[in-house]
């Protein structure tokens, strides 16, 4: 058996390749080592076969074969991993579409959080291995999750997952990543998707800006507040207040970025630290979503031409004496 094509979402592709690569390649080498010669031409393949010769190959190389837990209630329910080594839990499913997904919103979420798993793995067949199963009707395959996964919100799955299609025909690895980069980024910095940021609106950890202006007070305003905010915040500059996605010409980024990098360091006292990426929007070719982010201050009050400024809501506000007083205080 080999492995074919590979759905990653928040990562988890380079997550396993970057710190279990020695915990896929055993698995990948488990794989390839059932091997089904059928020499019958109409003879089907047994799903549990599959299933028993994986677990021996595990077995062998120290893994923890269907672990289960099982939570007490009006009745027993019962999840189940597969097999599972150093942080990396995995199923193998030949099945319906259904039991897929319930492994992806319910199996993995609750056996993450009481065996310490990292992300979650899960094994599908390719379609045209699929025909070779001797399954009933409705069983998904790869391609057919694929569709439905893309299809989704973004995001209904909060934690790093790859779903790897398999069959018997070696070729070349495939791999997706279902989650943007933009999404990746403001995710780990405020927890929610670009999308999510939009219908939710501007909030105190996160501003809008359509544009630059011509002498760039406002942002630096914005810029100040968010430092003297507990953890900060993030300038989206390219999205309307409205939450329209205009972005920012990329002819005209670089030009940007220096301004915005000269306006904080020359306006800020005390200098908070800042970065400033920029991810490019899909749909618009020419033009990119530019994201500035500010660490909070350690020394408070920042100030702007000697006034200190605040988050009130979705703005920034000047700060009387009593929000200065508490804000040095509070450190």
């Not at 076969?49 to 939570?71: G, P, R, S």
């Not at 915040?233 to 301004?259: P, T």
């Amino acid at each position: 058996m080999y492995f074919n094509a590979v759905l990653s979402s928040l990562g988890g592709w380079d997550i396993l390749m970057k710190k279990h690569q020695p915990v896929y390649m055993v698995l990948k080498k488990a794989m390839e080592s059932i091997d089904y010669k059928n020499p019958q031409k109409n003879k089907k393949i047994c799903s549990r076969d599959i299933h028993h010769d994986l677990n021996v190959a595990l077995e062998k190389k120290k893994w923890q074969i269907n672990v289960q837990i099982t939570l007490q209630g009006g009745k027993n329910t019962v999840y189940t991993v597969d097999f599972l080594r150093d942080k990396i839990g995995g199923k193998l499913i030949l099945g319906k579409q259904a039991f897929i997904l319930s492994s992806l919103l319910a199996n993995f979420p609750m056996s993450m959080r009481l065996y310490d798993i990292e992300m979650a793995l899960i094994l599908v067949p390719m379609r045209s291995f699929k025909k070779k199963l001797s399954v009933g009707s409705g069983v998904a395959e790869f391609e057919f999750m694929r569709d439905i996964l893309e299809g989704l919100p973004p995001l209904s799955v909060r934690y790093p997952f790859v779903i790897i299609g398999f069959s018997q025909q070696k070729s070349e690895l495939h791999i997706e990543e279902l989650t943007s980069g933009i999404d990746q980024y403001l995710l780990s910095q405020v927890g929610f998707t670009l999308q999510e940021m939009i219908l939710l609106g501007e909030r105190p950890q996160y501003d809008f800006k359509e544009k630059l202006s011509i002498r760039a007070d406002s942002f630096t305003k914005e810029v100040c507040a968010m430092a003297n905010s507990k953890k900060g915040g993030l300038i989206l500059l390219g999205v309307s207040d409205e939450g329209d996605i205009v972005g920012v010409e990329n002819s005209d980024l670089d030009n940007i970025q220096l301004r915005l990098t000269n306006s904080i360091r020359n306006l800020c006292k005390p200098i908070p630290k800042f970065e400033i990426v920029s991810f490019p929007i899909i749909d618009k070719k020419q033009s990119s979503l530019l994201i500035c982010r500010i660490e909070e201050n350690q020394r408070k009050p920042c100030l702007v031409r000697g006034r200190a400024y605040i988050r009130s809501g979705p703005s920034a506000q000047p700060a009387d004496a009593e929000e200065i007083r508490n804000m040095v205080f509070a450190l």
